[in-house]
């Protein structure tokens, strides 16, 4: 969570996860990380709960207009959405941007998205 927090905030990864265990000292883990939840830690570093918008590609688009969405996936493993291309034609699906810590940036269709299993996300405050 650290990492994609750092990418939509611009700090480095070593000070969110400093920030994050200052502020939630009652479950850091021995590696120094905090297990915290997304919900719990957006409201540290200025972001803010949103709704997940489900298979709506334009409620996505509404809510990255306000900047990049962190998105917690089932796992606990958390990404950022960086954007969303639409398209004109109802037989193409939407596709995303997402930057993931662990293998970098990827393009899924909204379908492929959604199957990632979404349980929260943060958005600019």
Do not use: C
Not at 72 to 91: R, T
């Amino acid at each position: 969570m650290a990492a994609s927090l750092a990418m939509m905030t611009g700090r480095s990864e070593e000070e969110m996860v400093t920030l994050l265990a200052a502020a939630h000292a009652e479950v850091v883990l021995d590696d120094g990380h905090a297990d915290v939840l997304l919900s719990d830690a957006a409201s540290t570093v200025g972001l803010r709960e949103g709704y997940v918008p489900g298979n709506n590609p334009d409620a996505w688009a509404e809510q990255l207009a306000y900047g990049p969405i962190a998105v917690e996936l089932k796992q606990g493993h958390v990404v950022v959405l960086k954007a969303i291309h639409l398209s004109e034609d109802a037989a193409v699906e939407a596709t995303v941007v997402l930057l993931d810590p662990w293998s970098g940036e990827q393009q899924l269709t909204l379908s492929e998205f959604l199957n990632l299993g979404i349980e929260s996300i943060a958005v600019p405050g």
